[in-house]
């Protein structure tokens, strides 16, 4: 701060001396110059105190807003640095348990899938995921479960978002297990195309913006599901459930197994896509099925 006020007051000087007498006088006080930098620069280096007159700092010397503005940027920078440093420890403990649990449940050793959970538990709860604000803030997707009993669904949709192919084979390895993904966020894979989710308990479910063409969905219960802006092609929709399913601005053309009745208890907007040969409900209007 010194050295710089001193740098300042030199070079108001120089300008001051070409106002007064001019380019020669300039290049004449060239070698005092250099001899007040010399001086600032050991003054600098050996921490001595220059004291400037009292008008001089008020110009030069930052205000108490500057002062206050370098402060708050750098506590900003700090809790960045903390936050990142926290996340980092989360993901750290959090990725090993999670993908040995995920392997114990598709391997069909539920016991030791739930003492992985329950351990992943434990970490949730230290990381305060549980408060609104956290999940985004360590980059967690979806909500965290609130009890341990959730284990099954957790893992079942943990297989789910390792792809469509991952989920298929483990449905057709256990075929006397019904999919239980009540009230999960299906983040982090936009396309799941000709995933099998016929026969899963599919309510409350968070799926906005993904792709299920060709999907199976017969005998599934989407009741008040998000399926809004999701690409539904060619999906197959027999005797699915979809009361209040919320298909706001998704694409159904060519899905099979739907009915006028479907339809009419689901929820969309004119930017629904329908196959040609169905009605569009009366009730569907606007440009989101939950506008006010």
């Known amino acids: 701060m010194i050295f710089r006020s001193g740098c300042i007051v030199l070079v108001l000087a120089l300008f001051g001396v070409r106002a007064l007498f001019g380019i020669s006088a300039i290049l004449g006080s060239v070698s005092i110059a250099g001899v007040l930098v010399l001086f600032l620069l050991l003054a600098r280096t050996r921490d001595l105190m220059i004291r ?8 030069i010397e930052p205000g108490e807003d500057n002062r ?19 996340a980092r420890q989360f993901w750290n403990e959090w990725t090993p348990l999670h993908n040995a649990g995920r392997d114990a449940y598709v391997s069909g ?8 959970f ?5 970490i949730g709860e230290r990381f305060n995921l549980h408060q609104p604000d956290t999940p985004a803030k360590l980059g967690f997707p979806g909500g965290f479960p609130t009890t341990a009993a959730e284990s099954p669904r957790w893992w079942q949709r943990a297989i789910l978002m390792d792809g469509a192919f ?73 005797n699915a459930n979809l009361e209040y399913t919320d298909l706001s601005g998704a694409d159904l053309t060519g899905a099979t197994g739907l009915t006028d009745s479907q339809l009419a208890s689901a929820r969309g907007d004119l930017d629904t896509a329908i196959p040609d040969n169905l009605l569009r409900p009366a009730g569907w209007h606007g440009s989101r099925a939950y506008d006010s």
């Open 68 to 86: 206050r503005w370098r402060e708050l940027c750098r506590t900003a920078r700090v809790n960045s640095l903390q936050r990142e440093a926290r």
């Open 166 to 238: 991952r989920w298929n084979t483990w449905r057709r390895a256990n075929p006397g297990v019904k999919p239980d993904l009540r009230a999960q966020n299906l983040y982090g894979r936009e396309s799941l195309n000709g995933v099998d989710l016929s026969g899963a308990d599919l309510r409350s479910a968070h799926c906005p913006g993904k792709n299920f063409i060709g999907g199976d969905f017969h005998d599934s219960n989407l009741a008040r599901a998000c399926l809004a802006e999701c690409l539904l092609r060619n999906a197959d929709f027999r």
């Open 52 to 59: 400037l007159p009292e008008w001089i700092s008020r110009l």
């Open 118 to 122: 329950e351990a992943m538990f434990i």
């Open 109 to 116: 050793d539920y016991a030791e899938a739930n003492r992985a």
